[in-house]
């Protein structure tokens, strides 16, 4: 009997760390091509990804990043398809919410290929973000739909979704259990930045919302600069452009450094006193690690992190995050809300036809 092939398309940097755990977990029993769409680019923020994850490079890379949502979602979409026509895979696999996403289910959905969605059903309730548009159409047109916690099997169901969908666990969780050891032993970025456990803040900001409005970006960086702790900020390009192009000035307690490898985020936010963000994935891996986490955002798709304690929403308020920052410390207990750790090892069995 011939190998089920599987047409993996990921473009953007927390994918490739989502897929590695997957793409394990299919081994050889699947034939899986990988697509990178090019939405992420450059070393820093995609080949880093691949060599440490230790990820196979792609089979296909479309080169499509950069340009409007429209031009690069569209230029996606057209060699998606092309490659579609030319692989007749078994599934399309996709991860998350970005651009890449969205291009990938909808050249699965006109070419009638079933799609496979890993983080279905995870909901801001927020129109205005780009993420918001593309993982509600994606799950519209999934067959199957891989959740990470139970509030997305719910936001699935409200909107009508019950057949196809799995409650696995989460993959970032997967990612995690198998990463951290090999950063613990690889990274050198706390001497090479001369931080000490506790001794700093991690600060991310990368959303449209926060980068593409001065006032907002603007609010972050005073409020960064005004925390009585050093501020590791590495900035991703849209952020670093912002900040240039708008004239921000930054703190001199806050240390903008080039984006990071994921196992140089590991280590950060494993030895940080608290984390600041805007970012999804580490909202969870802050959770995970047993790091408190303000998110810079008035809304989370991670909602259990914020009923556990381990999570406040600020917003760019400077007040309220410092508030946070001086007086929250969470006691609580941290729950399995993420599964097991092994999400992967579920989707395997799931796309083998062993789970129904
Ligand atoms: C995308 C996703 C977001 C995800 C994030 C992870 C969408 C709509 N957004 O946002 O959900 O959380 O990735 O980081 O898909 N750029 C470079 N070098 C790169 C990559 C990007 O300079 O390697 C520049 C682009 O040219 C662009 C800007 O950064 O000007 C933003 O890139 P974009 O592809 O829009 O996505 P992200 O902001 O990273």
Same mark, same amino acid.
Do not use: C, I, P, Q
């Given at each position: 009997m011939s190998l089920k092939t599987i047409c993996t398309v990921m473009g953007a940097r927390p994918q490739f760390i989502k897929a590695a755990p997957v793409s394990r977990a299919l081994g050889t029993s699947f034939r899986e091509i990988l697509v990178h769409t090019g939405q992420h680019y450059d070393y820093g923020m995609s080949d880093v990804f691949f060599q440490e994850m230790e990820m196979r490079p792609p089979?296909?890379?479309?080169?499509?990043?950069?340009?409007t949502h429209g031009e690069q979602t569209g230029r996606m979409l057209v060699e998606i398809e092309k490659i579609l026509d030319s692989v007749k895979p078994d599934y399309v696999l996709v991860y998350g919410d970005t651009n890449s996403t969205l291009a990938g289910a909808l050249a699965a959905a006109k070419a009638q290929i079933p799609l496979a969605h890993v983080e279905?059903?995870?909901?801001?309730?927020?129109?205005?973000?780009p993420e918001e548009i593309n993982r509600v159409l994606t799950d519209h047109v999934s067959s199957l739909l891989f959740c990470p916690t139970d509030a997305a099997v719910e936001n699935l169901s409200k909107e009508g979704i019950t057949k196809?969908?799995?409650?696995?666990?989460?993959?970032m969780y997967d990612a995690l259990l198998y990463n951290l050891a090999s950063a613990r032993k690889r990274s050198t970025i706390l001497d090479s930045l001369g931080l000490e456990k506790g001794s700093y803040a991690l600060a991310t900001v990368h959303r449209a919302a926060n980068t593409d409005d001065p006032a907002r970006m603007t609010a972050i960086l005073n409020a960064l600069g005004l925390l009585p702790t050093r501020v590791i900020f590495p900035a991703h390009p849209r952020t670093r452009k912002m900040i240039r192009e708008a004239g921000l000035s930054v703190s001199s307690n806050v240390v903008m450094v080039e984006p990071v490898g994921h196992f140089d985020v590991l280590i950060l936010q494993e030895n940080a006193n608290c984390i600041l963000t805007d970012s999804g994935g580490m909202q969870k891996e802050a959770y995970l690690l047993g790091v408190r986490c303000i998110t810079?955002?008035?809304?989370?798709?991670?909602?259990e992190t914020v009923e556990a304690d381990?999570?406040? &929403?600020? $917003?760019?308020?400077g007040n309220a995050i410092r508030s946070a920052f001086d007086g929250w410390h969470p006691a609580g207990e941290r729950p399995? &809300?993420? $599964?097991?750790?092994q999400a992967a090892e579920k989707i395997f069995q799931i796309l083998s036809g062993n789970v129904l």
């Open positions: 089979d296909f890379n479309l080169g499509a990043g950069g340009g279905a059903g995870l909901r801001s309730y927020n129109r205005a973000m196809g969908v799995h409650r696995v666990g989460d993959v810079l955002r008035e809304e989370t798709e991670w909602v381990w999570n406040k &929403l600020t $917003g760019v308020d399995a &809300l993420y $599964g097991d750790g």
